[in-house]
């Protein structure tokens, strides 16, 4: 049963900037599209950024820009690195190993997820 941990998150004031990692317990890591989901209070969790096995990449337009993914198949990691954070960046993130055909299809595999508060 693949692994997914979370590690990174935290509370910074807007303008900040943090990095999450996701930590894969697959050998096959390289061959899965990863992605990054969010999931504010009492809103549904949506698709915050993905990237494929070859590296292309996908972000959701609220954080084009301040947002980047990366992964680094030998260490079997994706990583986000959020930058100019804003109040409404708040929420859990999630990792998730999925597909990629025309957009991002997540399977259920899920990390536990990991707080990003954003205030002052």
């Known amino acids: 049963q693949v692994q997914l941990v979370e590690s990174g998150g935290g509370l910074v004031q807007p303008g900040g900037s943090l990095k999450l990692s996701c930590a894969a317990s697959?050998?096959?890591?390289?061959?899965?599209?990863m992605a990054w989901y969010r999931q504010a209070p009492g809103k549904q969790r949506e698709l915050a950024a993905s990237?494929?096995?070859?590296?292309?990449?996908n972000y959701a337009d609220s954080v084009q820009g301040r947002f980047t993914i990366s992964r680094d198949n030998a260490k079997k990691t994706v990583y986000l690195q959020m930058n100019n954070l804003k109040p409404e960046d708040t929420a859990i993130y999630y990792c998730?190993?999925?597909?990629?055909?025309?957009?991002?299809?997540?399977?259920?595999?899920w990390g536990q997820g990991t707080q990003v508060t954003v205030s002052s």
């Open positions: 990237i494929t096995s070859d590296g292309s990449i």
């Open positions: 697959s050998s096959m890591f390289r061959i899965y599209a």
């Open positions: 998730n190993m999925g597909h990629y055909s025309s957009t991002y299809h997540p399977l259920q595999v």
